[in-house]
């Protein structure tokens, strides 16, 4: 199990940038919370297999069709201490 922090900029707020992660998180079967930042970013933790954790990273590059992703770093992180992915802030 791994875990990662995530940071994308762009378009991506008021494009369902959220809740579509959320739902790649879901299909993918990880872990972790996504949430929007007062600078217009979005920044998520993502956590459980190597191989899930990357393929949503992967997707994140994109995002969902509103949206317009500039760059996305990503960091190592702490395991969540939940299970099942949320959407905060």
């Keep these: 199990m791994i875990a ?8 991506v707020q008021g494009v ?8 790649q998180a ?3 079967g990880v872990s972790g ?3 929007n930042l007062s ?6 933790v993502v956590a459980g297999s190597e191989e899930a954790v990357e393929a949503v990273i992967a997707v994140l590059h994109d995002g969902p069709p ?3 992703v500039e ?3 990503v960091t190592e992180a702490s395991l969540p201490d939940e299970t099942g992915f949320r959407i905060t802030g």
């Excluded at 940038?17 to 739902?23: D, H, L, P, Y």
């Design 4 to 11: 990662r922090h995530v940071h994308v900029t762009g378009r």
């Design 33 to 35: 919370w996504v949430r």
């Design 26 to 28: 879901l299909v993918h």
């Design 39 to 44: 600078d217009g970013s979005v920044e998520a």
């Design 71 to 73: 760059d996305v770093r």
């Design 16 to 23: 369902w940038f959220r809740a579509w992660t959320r739902e």
């Design 66 to 68: 509103a949206a317009k």
